[in-house]
Structures are given as C-alpha cells and as structure tokens.
C-alpha cells in the first residue's frame, strides 16, 4: 500500500513504526521482546503526522492499541486531517476499527484505495467506494467488499516499498529519522520478503484465511501475477538493497501453483536471480518429487511445511485437509531433497500447549515426529488463536479453555516436558529406547504438571542455536537480524561472500 500511495503521490510521505523485532535472537530467545511506546511517543508521533491531508496507517490486531493512540493523538492537533485503516485488523474487526478513525478498508486495498483517493484528491464524493466503511456525521456507511484483484490487476500493481526515502520512529532518540541500510538489516538481516501468490484452498481453524474466507469466500482461489512481474520486483530490490544474499516467500500454498508456471519461474530465477531462496507455502498435499527437484534445482535452499500435530483428532480439530500418511510421504520427498542437494534441513510447523490435548493425544503426536525421515527441524508454536477465526469462535463458546487474549508471542512456549521434548527432537533423533522411556512423563495440557523452566530454557537456546548453525554452514542469514549483522554487514563480509557466489 505504500508503494500504491507513492504511486498515487510521488511526494507522499512514508513512515515505519516498528513495535519489535521478530528475526533478532533476542526476541526469539525472550519471548514477547517488544518495543514499548511511551505517552511521549505518540506526541511525537503525531507532531510529524497530524499536518497531513490524508493519514493511511495499515496494521494487524496486536498494534491496535498503537494505531487508536496515534489517530487519537494526531486528531487532537488536528482534526482536518483524514485518518483511513487498513490492514487485516480493520478486515476482522470492522465495527471496533471504525469508532477510531474516519474510513476504514475491509478489502484488499490496492484497488479500494485508487478509487479513494482520485476522489478524496479532486474534492468528489467519496463514501460510497466498495470495499471500504466512512464514519460520517450522519453515521457510519458500509459499502459492501470490492472484487478481489485479478491476474491483470496483480501484475499493473507498484513493487512492494521496502524502506526507500522513508522515516523510522528510533527508540534510542524517541523520534524519527531517516531510514537507512542499517535499518533493513537490522529488522530483515540479508533476505528480501515478499509474497508471490494470493489465496489458500484450505481453511484451517487457527488461520487468518479462515475468517478472511467469511468475508469473500474467493480467497480461496489462489492468485498470482506473471513470472515476468515478480522476477522485475527481485531485480528491482536487488538494486536497491545489492547485499541481499536470500529471497523467502511467505505465500500460504506456493508450492500449489500450477506446475507449468513453477517451471518457468524456476528457469527465469536460475537464470536472472541466482540467489539461495526459501518457501515458506509447503502443503503436505501438494508436494511432488518433481515440484521439489524442480525448485531444488533452481536455488531453493529450505522449505518449511506445516504438520501441526500428529494426532488424528488434532488435525481434525484444526481442520487440516491431510492425512498422517500424506504428511509421512512429503517428509520423505523433502528429506531426500535436503541430502540430495544440501539444503538446510525443511522446518516442519507444530502448534503446542493446546488445552485440548490430552496426554494420549501429546504421546501420538511426538511418536508421530519421532518417525518422520530426517533430516528437519522443527518451528514449535504455543497455540494462540486470532481474531474472528474458527478457532477463536471455538474458544468463545467454550470460555472454560479460552486462550483467546494470550497476547504474547507464539514462540512464547509453555515450559512444560512436552516442549522439552519438541525442542530435543528438532535437534537429534534420541536412541528408541530412551525416547519411549521420556514418553511416559508425558503428561496431558488439561493436567497439572510440573514447569521445568531451567530444562525448558536450556532446551529452547540449544535449539535456536542448532538452527542458527544449520543456516551459518550455508552462509545464509535469512532467518535472523539485530545489530550484531549490523556489524557484520559493516565488516563487509557478506557483501564480499555475495559477490563471489553471483559471479560463480
């Protein structure tokens, strides 16, 4: 959306106010590592913003409280200046996000907000944009959502903004500069971040997509622009940022796409990007011995799918349209994978310290994991459940278990055996004998058991430090970031590294 609204307006203004640092180790380490804003900050905040015409400010649920202060802050110096929401937040929680500001959007907004804004600017009328609410003096206008973008409109769309010609809120000096290399590293290390394709066919109950598919029941159908576009928007950020050593895509299913389009990607990136990347979208239902050799081959350097639990009535509690065979079968392929062209061992998700699991269902699930073919690791989640998914309506019902306003970090596990034990598999694979002994402690989430902070420290450290070695053998920096590659990046030794493997 910045990058929209720079389109738009060359001269709009774009300012970045972080509230952590989610790849820095800290916050992996100590859990719910956030940056506090002040009443001070928001003064400040609002000094540099309550001068515009237009105030545009996208976020999800955990800023809320950040985004209610500024608006409030920036309405209370001036209260000519246009304030619009957008986001998933204002998506889920239209009636909430709308008493804090003037318009929000509940659509994707890149097409919402081009209708906007040509009316906002020529001094039209302008409450009846689909895809967007206006609180006005006669009440709040709910104009129903806009289509979802087309292929067409995927592919006319800005390359995303990624920190040219912007301000940052520093927390050392409590007001804004500007935004620097340093600052890229600091919050995204050496990889780029983007998503290629749109869209998910599952609708698993703690998803986001879950409660996005009650809106337009179109989100299911996955949505990508060409090849030619996205391998414009690599080069693009390559240019502006030329020690990017690593390229993620965070796509929901992109191992979904049409084998056919994965295969010219795949030969476009060889041949122009010649970067390691890494997918994030790795669904145990579409992963193929061809798919992965074909992505392997092209500079895919890890993977990560999502397992979640290895208890049937887990999966099916989650909603995961797989089966424990599925998921053993795609292991294999992405274990083979990992051997054949040394890559960083896959990253299989699992969401722990769920209420509902007993301690047959915990035992089920770990003998599960014990079995998958190495090698992997593991990414270990505490359940959380997010706004107006099947999950958090589970919870509502069922107030006797709600976990629905644990606002700390999924990375924030409870240090209980079961954790330990996720967190030593994920490392190596005990000998059968000791691994079955270390099952029969195993107790349920529904019981009391014994919390094992010191062990459960321990192991959570030795963890991220096997991982971090994982991806340094591989000189890759794609998962970590903070003021230490801050100075390593100063040293000149990646950019030096960089250099060698593009000219090879």
Same mark, same amino acid.
């Given at each position: 959306?910045?990058?929209? @609204? ?20 800290? %916050? ?11 009443? @001070? ?139 620097? =290399? ?16 749109? @869209? ?17 029941? @179109? ?9 030619? $576009? ?30 056919? $389009?994965?295969? =010219? ?52 509690? $989650? ?62 989640? %505490? ?77 959570? %450290? ?43």
């Amino acid at each position: 959306m910045a990058a929209v @609204g720079k389109q738009l307006e060359p001269r709009s203004e774009v300012y970045f106010v972080p509230t952590g640092n989610l790849y820095e180790v800290t %916050s992996k380490l100590a859990s719910g590592a956030r940056y506090l804003l002040c009443a @001070g900050d928001y003064e400040k905040i609002s000094d540099r913003l309550c001068d515009a015409d237009l105030l545009c400010i996208s976020s999800m649920s955990p800023a809320t409280d950040h985004v209610s202060k500024i608006a409030a802050a920036v309405k209370k110096k001036n209260r000519r200046t246009f304030i619009l929401w957008g986001g998933a937040h204002p998506m889920l929680y239209p009636q909430e996000a709308i008493e804090q500001v003037d318009a929000i959007c509940i659509s994707e907004g890149e097409t919402a907000f081009r209708k906007f804004y040509h009316a906002f600017s020529d001094g039209k009328e302008y409450s009846q944009t689909p895809g967007m609410w206006f609180r006005m003096g006669s009440g709040i206008i709910k104009n129903p959502p806009a289509p979802l973008s087309s292929q067409e409109q995927l592919n006319s769309f800005p390359h995303l903004f990624y920190g040219q010609e912007c301000q940052i809120f520093d927390y050392r000096r409590r007001n804004f500069r500007d935004f620097s =290399e340093r600052d890229y590293i600091m919050y995204n290390g050496f990889a780029y971040r983007t998503i290629l394709s749109m @869209g998910c066919a599952f609708s698993c109950s703690y998803c986001a997509n879950s409660g996005f598919l009650k809106i337009d029941p @179109g989100y299911r159908a996955l949505r990508y622009p060409s090849v030619d $576009y996205i391998i414009d928007e690599l080069k693009a950020a390559r240019r502006t940022y030329p020690f990017i050593s690593t390229v993620v895509f965070y796509d929901d299913n992109f191992i979904a796409l049409p084998f056919e $389009y994965l295969k =010219e990607f795949a030969l476009r990136y060889a041949q122009e990007i010649r970067l390691p990347f890494v997918v994030f979208g790795l669904h145990p239902n579409f992963i193929t011995e061809d798919k992965i050799a074909l992505l392997a081959e092209a500079g895919m350097n890890r993977g990560r799918m999502g397992i979640q639990s290895g208890s049937k009535k887990i999966l099916d509690f $989650y909603n995961r349209a797989t089966t424990k065979e599925r998921i053993i079968a795609s292991a294999e392929i992405l274990a083979r994978a990992a051997r054949k062209y040394r890559m960083i061992p896959p990253a299989y998700d699992i969401i722990s310290d769920n209420p509902l699991e007993t301690g047959d269902d915990i035992r089920e699930s770990l003998a599960f994991i014990y079995g998958l073919k190495r090698p992997f690791t593991l990414t270990i989640f %505490s359940l959380r459940a997010f706004a107006k998914t099947a999950l958090w309506e589970y919870f509502e019902n069922h107030p006797e278990n709600d976990i629905r306003f644990n606002a700390t970090s999924y990375l924030d596990t409870r240090a209980t055996f079961t954790n330990i034990l996720l967190y030593l598999l994920a490392i190596a694979k005990p000998p059968p004998r000791l691994f079955f002994w270390l099952l029969k402690h195993i107790r349920g989430n529904n019981e009391k058991q014994r919390r094992h902070l010191v062990l459960h420290k321990l192991a959570k %450290s030795l963890y991220f430090l096997s991982r971090g070695l994982a991806h340094l053998r591989r000189f890759d920096f794609s998962n970590m970031s903070g003021a230490w590659l801050v100075v390593f990046y100063n040293c000149s030794l990646v950019f030096r590294r960089s250099k060698r493997v593009n000219s090879a």
